[in-house]
């Protein structure tokens, strides 16, 4: 049996695993954990599942710490950057070490991140709208541009997103408008789908937002590279002045995205769930 924790990121939930756990296949380990009817098991007995596994290898050699993050995703796939992951990480690094600024590895790069009172920071770097680099097929931007239903614009914060600003996201039928985008053949890796709406009632100024994943091929309570899509995007269309902390609220919380000189900071709460423990090949016992 291999020990594991569970985590979330506001609702974005994650199994943890340490990187050396003897797990044969990750991708098969992922797909049986994460279903939301077969897979992981609470302690109380509810069956759970999760939006992914993170496999972690911790480095306490250099300063700050480093954090080795692999995000297996629930079709087997491994995600190249996760912001809630990444929040879920340098949680789980600090209940580890004690320290509170970390460097978390991803493969589409390094995110320094800090754990402080008001939730868990992640420097995200620069969003791109650059199409090979988000990657689209096109030569030029894409930006507002009528994709399969939707107008979207494509920008990529560690993983592509197709962004749509809508009237109001609670009316979309996001299970229905998103597949035919994150498989459209502008977007030759896929795209997440995020859609947004302004909140312009009372005092508050923000987006509500809710995500299709790519990798989940469902919604998500949560995403924080769709987060700084939208802020990135509402300032590519000139929506939000530049530097302006937005609050973006998704389904399972409320995250804060910051524009910097040279990028993007996600920050919001994170929990630790539980800890449990599972087969070494992911099959959880049926009832
Ligand atoms: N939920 C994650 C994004 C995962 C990206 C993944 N679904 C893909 O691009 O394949 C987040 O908080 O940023």
Redesign the pocket.
């Known amino acids: 049996m291999i020990t594991v924790e569970k985590y979330h990121?506001t609702g974005?939930d994650f199994v943890v695993v340490e990187a050396d756990a003897p797990i044969e296949d990750r991708a098969s380990f992922t797909r049986r954990l994460a279903d939301r009817e077969t897979g992981l098991d609470h302690p109380d007995g509810e069956r759970v599942g999760a939006?992914?596994v993170l496999f972690l290898k911790l480095d306490a050699s250099t300063a700050p710490t480093r954090v080795e993050m692999t995000?297996v995703?629930p079709d087997g796939?491994v995600?190249?950057?996760?912001?809630?992951?990444a929040r879920v990480v340098a949680t789980w690094a600090a209940g580890r070490t004690g320290d509170r600024e970390f460097v978390i590895d991803t493969p589409a790069g390094e995110y320094p991140a800090e754990v402080g009172q008001e939730g868990v920071a992640v420097e995200m770097g620069e969003p791109t709208f650059d199409p090979d680099a988000v990657p689209t097929t096109l030569d030029e931007p894409l930006i507002e541009r009528e994709t399969e239903g939707l107008t979207v614009t494509a920008v990529n914060?560690?993983?592509?997103h197709a962004v749509a600003f809508v009237e109001d996201v609670a009316e979309i039928d996001l299970e229905a408008i998103a597949p035919p985008v994150r498989h459209a053949a502008v977007f030759p890796e896929?795209a997440?789908v995020t859609v947004a709406s302004e909140r312009t009632d009372g005092s508050v100024f923000g987006y509500d937002q809710r995500?299709f994943?790519?990798?989940?091929e469902g919604e998500?309570r949560?995403?924080?590279?769709?987060a700084v899509a939208i802020v990135a995007a509402a300032h590519e269309l000139g929506r939000v002045e530049t530097d302006q902390s937005v609050p973006v609220h998704p389904p399972g919380g409320r995250l804060v995205v910051t524009r910097t000189a040279d990028g993007a900071i996600l920050q919001g709460p994170v929990e630790r769930e539980f800890e449990t423990t599972v087969p070494a090949d992911g099959a959880v016992a049926e009832r």
């Open positions: 990121g974005n939006d992914g995000l995703q796939s995600a190249e950057m996760c912001g809630n992951g914060t560690g993983v592509p896929g997440n995500t994943e790519r990798g989940v998500t949560s995403c924080g590279t769709g």
